[in-house]
Structures are given as C-alpha cells and as structure tokens.
C-alpha cells in the first residue's frame, strides 16, 4: 500500500456511505476517494471505545486503529447531546439509541422545552502507532422531534436540523450532505489533508 494511503476505519455501513459520497470526486473509485495527495480506502473493524469526552474517545479509536493497522488511519466518532442535559449523551448515545430506542430518546426531553440538540461528527486522523492524533470537528445544531421518515441510521429520523423542516431521515441525502455535522467536519479534514 503507497504511504499516501489513508485507511477509514469504521464499523459503521452508513456513516461510510457518507463519508465516500461527501468525498467523492471524478477520481473516486471502488469505495476509494482522492483527497489531494491522499486515496482514502477503508476498513471495517469495530474498535474499542473508552469513556471520556468526544476527544478524549476519538484520540484513543485513531491510537487502537494505528496500532493494529501499523499505518495512516482515519476514525470518526459522532456525538449527539442534548441542550437540556448539559450534552449528554454525548458519545455515549449509541447506548441510549440500543438500549431505550428512539421513542426513548424523545421521551428523555418529556419534561423539557428545550429540545435543542447537537450533532456532533470528530474525525482522528493519526499517521501510525507513534503520531499524534489530529482533530477535525463538524456541528450541526437541531431539535429533537418525533420519529419522521426511515429508522435505518442511527438518530437520524428524530433530529430536525435548524433551518429545515425534514428531520435527516426524511432529507434527501444529498442534502443532508451538506449540512451535516459529517460534511462540516469532512470539509475540515479535506482542507488539511489537500495543504499536505
Ligand atoms: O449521521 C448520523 N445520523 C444518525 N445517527 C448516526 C449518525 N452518525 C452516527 N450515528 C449513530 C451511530 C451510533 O449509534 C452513534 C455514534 O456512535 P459511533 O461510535 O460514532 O458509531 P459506530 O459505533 O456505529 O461506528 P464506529 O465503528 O465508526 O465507531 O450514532
Ligand atoms: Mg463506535
């Protein structure tokens, strides 16, 4: 593999859908985008995830991919909190999303009239084992709202993005592609990798 080669490493289908059409190009092929010098390919590995903050989680996943990739890797963790609950969950919501579902989220904001949220999308990228880990932060302000639209991706059919009145689920996804919390952090992300 060239040393230009950057390895994605998720365990997540649709967030990888994203982060290719986001990154797409006339030279992407075969799941592969080009970012200036840089063919990002990836990998689907489920990695460890520490406790701590949304930095604190991403800088430990891109560490526990370098390693057992021994190379440049990419990682991404997505937060999504809640104004009422000082944003919690936080890194955390992948649980809440297994464990209460939904209808479960929604009804954690009963007793609230703030149901703003934040959508949160960091990228690590670390070029090995010894390198530090460089962050790329995206946010999306919304609200949580009943259930609209397909329940195929995570949160996505109960955040309503500020501005709009389709939640995610129900976007286009091209639309949602320009203004999620992962097209923000990605442009971040593209204008270092293309200064490189
Ligand atoms: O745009 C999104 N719209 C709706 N839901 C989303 C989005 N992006 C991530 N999600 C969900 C997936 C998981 O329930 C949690 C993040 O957890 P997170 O650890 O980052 O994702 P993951 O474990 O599925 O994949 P990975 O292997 O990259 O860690 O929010
Ligand atoms: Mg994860």
Not at 26 to 33: A, H, I, L, R, V
Not at 68 to 96: H, R, S
Request: net charge negative; charged share 25%.
């Amino acid at each position: 593999m060239s040393e230009n080669t950057i390895t994605f490493v998720t365990g997540n289908a649709n967030k990888l859908k994203e982060v290719i059409a986001i990154l797409s190009t006339s030279e992407s092929q075969n799941g592969t985008s080009k970012v200036g010098k840089y063919s990002i390919t990836n990998k689907s590995l489920d990695l460890d995830e520490v406790q701590g903050t949304i930095e604190e989680v991403t800088i430990n996943k891109a560490k526990a991919a370098a390693k057992i990739l021994d190379g440049p890797v990419l990682v991404e963790d997505t937060c999504l909190g809640f104004e009422a609950f000082n944003n919690l969950p936080g890194p955390y919501i992948k649980w809440f999303v297994k464990s209460i579902g939904l209808s479960g989220l929604v009804d954690m904001l009963y007793k609230f009239e703030n149901k703003g949220a934040n959508a949160i999308c960091t990228f690590g990228y670390c070029e090995g084992p010894d390198a530090e880990v460089k962050l790329f932060q995206g946010i999306t302000k919304g609200n949580i709202v009943d259930s609209r639209g397909p329940t195929d991706f995570g949160w996505d059919s109960v955040f309503e993005p500020e501005g709009f009145d389709q939640t995610y689920a129900e976007m286009d996804k091209k639309t949602k592609n320009t203004i999620s919390h992962r097209f923000r952090a990605l442009d971040k992300l593209r204008d270092f990798l293309t200064s490189q």
